[in-house]
């Protein structure tokens, strides 16, 4: 909950106050000068880099959480909708039922709908907001659909099956990918262990032998 000022002074912040302590601790025990400010220097810089790393790894946690959410997400609008609610109203009751970052995202757009924006200028902010290719695709979509008047049923319909396809074809992709992912643990750790089982007891016997 920082505002971007907020965390960038925190970044120098955790940089500082630990670049000071360590020169102050090492010049005390009389090291030298150069390796001091060395040693600070990278404890400052991993102190710098270090909020920055963790705000990668929540942003992808969320993005991927968001992309989970997707085909239920708007399978419960659709359903909504063609149970004769309104977008809006089918997306605040789809929100108010699940719990999780897109329905904090659409939350926040009726809340900017709520205070005057309309509803391309509360997608647009929306479609900015969340940079995940396929929810932006979904969110241009509905934009052009409420520019031409077309029935929303049948475009949040269209848009969950192109989502299921999507999702598919991501895990087909993840599938492809894991035998790659698997030769340097195999390499590491599951070789060195066979290949001591294997020539373990041999070279065991061939020293005896020599000895």
Not at 45 to 68: C, D, M
Not at 130 to 154: E, N, R, W, Y
């Amino acid at each position: 909950n920082l505002s971007s000022t907020d965390f960038r002074f925190f970044q120098v912040l955790l940089g500082f106050v630990p670049f000071v302590i360590l020169i102050l601790l090492l010049v005390k025990i009389d090291t030298n000068m150069f390796s001091s400010i060395l040693l600070a220097s990278i404890v400052a810089a991993l102190g710098i880099y270090y909020p920055s790393f963790y705000l990668s790894v929540i942003i992808k946690k969320r993005r991927l959480e968001i992309q989970k959410m997707m085909p239920d997400f708007f399978d419960m609008v659709n359903l909504s909708i063609e149970a004769g609610m309104g977008l809006d109203a089918s997306i605040l009751k789809v929100c108010n039922q699940t719990k999780g970052p897109l329905s904090e995202e659409f939350l926040q757009t009726l809340e900017d709908m709520k205070l005057g924006k309309s509803r391309r200028e509360a997608y647009a902010d929306l479609r900015t907001r969340v940079p995940v290719h396929q929810f932006q695709s979904i969110i241009t979509s509905l934009i052009q659909a409420d520019i031409l008047g077309v029935g929303m049923a049948k475009v949040i319909r269209s848009l969950t099956v192109r989502i299921r396809e999507q999702r598919t074809q991501m895990a087909r992709e993840q599938a492809m990918k894991a035998p790659v992912k698997m030769v340097f643990p195999i390499l590491l750790f599951i070789f060195p262990a066979i290949f001591i089982v294997m020539l373990g007891p041999l070279i065991i016997y061939l020293l005896q032998s020599i000895l």
